[in-house]
T-cell receptor
Framework: AQTVTQSQPEMSVQEAETVTLSCTYD???????LFWYKQPPSRQMILVIR??????QNATENRFSVNFQKAAKSFSLKISDSQLGDAAMYFC??????????FGTGTSLTVIP | NAGVTQTPKFRILKIGQSMTLQCTQD?????MYWYRQDPGMGLKLIYY???????DKGEVPNGYNVSRSTTEDFPLRLELAAPSQTSVYFC????????????FGQGTRLTVV
């Protein structure tokens, strides 16, 4: 089984500033994948970024990047130059064989103009 | 691009009633999933399917049933609805069994009164 923990229920950031959302995970799998999904008020789940555990290089997607610390089982999301449209619930998730996703409890991000 | 389509978007059920949540995808994905999202919690897996005719239980299957007669459709059946089934339900699909992005429907908000 896999577990994902997000210890920050709520975070806030000033527009144009940088914020980091934390995530830790636990898995017995040797080959697994990690994701950050965004859920705006519309409820739609949107993929933000994906990391393959066997790759040491941290994934980046435009203003979004991760800090993947495999030994520490940590997978944080950094949002640079925060925009009002980044306000949402963010979920960290892991998956392995069978592609069943295990989600954390989420972090609600508020962007302050 | 339709992606994953769920119906209905909202529903109120009385205790003891039954209903079917519909899910269809047009991406020819073999893997499909049903999750539920409770307030303050992440998504939890109810049932999943690896192809037509094959289904299996996830973390929280009690009170639900599924079927998969075609690649496109994966309905979720609630029998004898209970207040504990009040939740938001998401259908999702993935292209392969390992590490690929999950595409989600827009969710169904179900209230059992």
């Amino acid at each position: 089984a896999q577990t994902v923990t997000q210890s920050q229920p709520e975070m806030s950031v000033q527009e144009a500033e940088t914020v980091t959302l934390s995530c830790t995970y636990d898995t017995s799998e040797s080959d697994y994948y990690l994701f950050w999904y965004k859920q705006p008020p519309s409820r739609q789940m949107i993929l933000v970024i994906r990391q393959e555990a066997y790759k040491q290089q941290n994934a980046t997607e435009n203003r979004f990047s991760v800090n993947f610390q495999k030994a520490a089982k940590s997978f944080s999301l950094k949002i640079s130059d925060s925009q009002l449209g980044d306000a949402a619930m963010y979920f960290c998730a892991s998956t392995a064989t069978g592609n069943q996703f295990y989600f954390g409890t989420g972090t609600s991000l508020t962007v302050i103009p | 691009n339709a992606g994953v389509t769920q119906t209905p978007k909202f529903r109120i059920l009385k205790i003891g009633q039954s209903m079917t949540l519909q899910c269809t995808q047009d991406m020819n994905h073999n893997y499909m999933y049903w999750y539920r999202q409770d307030p303050g919690m992440g998504l939890k897996l109810i049932y999943y399917s690896v192809g037509a005719g094959i289904t299996d239980k996830g973390e929280v299957p009690n009170g639900y049933n599924v079927s998969r007669s075609t690649t496109e459709d994966f309905p979720l059946r609630l029998e004898l609805a209970a207040p504990s089934q009040t939740s938001v339900y998401f259908c999702a699909s993935t292209q392969s069994h390992r590490g690929t992005e999950a595409f989600f429907g827009q969710g169904t908000r179900l209230t059992v009164v």
